[in-house]
């Protein structure tokens, strides 16, 4: 006798997957983590621009710097060859102080000469003696006739010699601004006055003489024995002529 045919089973349920837990997800859920990523593959992100580096003081100067001061270092060296030219050429310090070329003499006598045709008055050509010598003499003609001599006194010192038909108060304020009397004499027959006056701090002495159709002043930065001796001398050469 066939034996009953066993009874299979009915397949059983598939079981259902497990849920996964908060620390299980899908991978193609996964959330990337940028950090992780970039250790991962040991390269550093390069999103965030980078701040501006400050300049070094010791960069390299630029062709525009470099231009410029090329040109500033040879303005200076243009300036410096000038004023040594100018010091070898000119000398220094005051006009009374430099010495004269031995080609530059003056020659006062022909000067005067010249101006003697057209002076209004008797052109003084003095003889001051030993230790002065000449630097210019010139004549000014015009509205008022003027004749100017200037020396190197014996002390080393510059004088003037200005001749005009008088001595005009527009000369005295141009060469002693200010000017006052602080004695009366005669020098030759001619009534002179000694002078003093001058920019403060650099007073100066003069002597003015009026004689009979003229009028001179010496004056400079030196004593009144140096000043009358040239006024004597002028005053000399001056009366030699009016006798001749």
Known sequence: MREADHETPEASEPTPAAAPT????????????????????????????????????YELPSRKNTVLRNMVWALALTMAVVVVIGIAFFGVGSDHQRERLENSEVDVAASAERAEGIAPFPVAVP?????????????????????????????????????????SSQ????????????????????????????????????????????????????????????AEAALADVQGDHAA
């Open 22 to 57: 908060g620390d299980e997800r899908p991978s193609d859920e996964r959330e990337e983590r940028p950090d992780e990523s970039a250790e991962a593959t040991g390269t550093a992100r390069q999103d965030v621009p980078q701040a501006a580096q400050p300049k070094s003081a």
């Open 127 to 167: 003889r001051p003696g030993e230790g002065w010598s000449e630097r210019s003499a010139r004549f000014t003609d015009g509205g008022s006739p003027r004749w100017v001599i200037q020396y190197s006194s014996p002390h080393e010192q510059l004088v003037t010699l200005t001749q005009e038909s008088e001595v």
């Open 171 to 230: 000369l005295l304020s141009s060469a002693l601004p200010g000017s006052v009397v602080e004695e009366e004499l005669e020098i030759d027959g001619v009534s002179c006055e000694l002078l003093r006056g001058g920019e403060q701090g650099a007073e100066k002495r003069g002597i003015s003489c009026e004689g009979e159709g003229f009028g001179l002043l010496v004056h400079g930065g030196t004593d009144r024995e140096e000043l009358q001796d040239l």
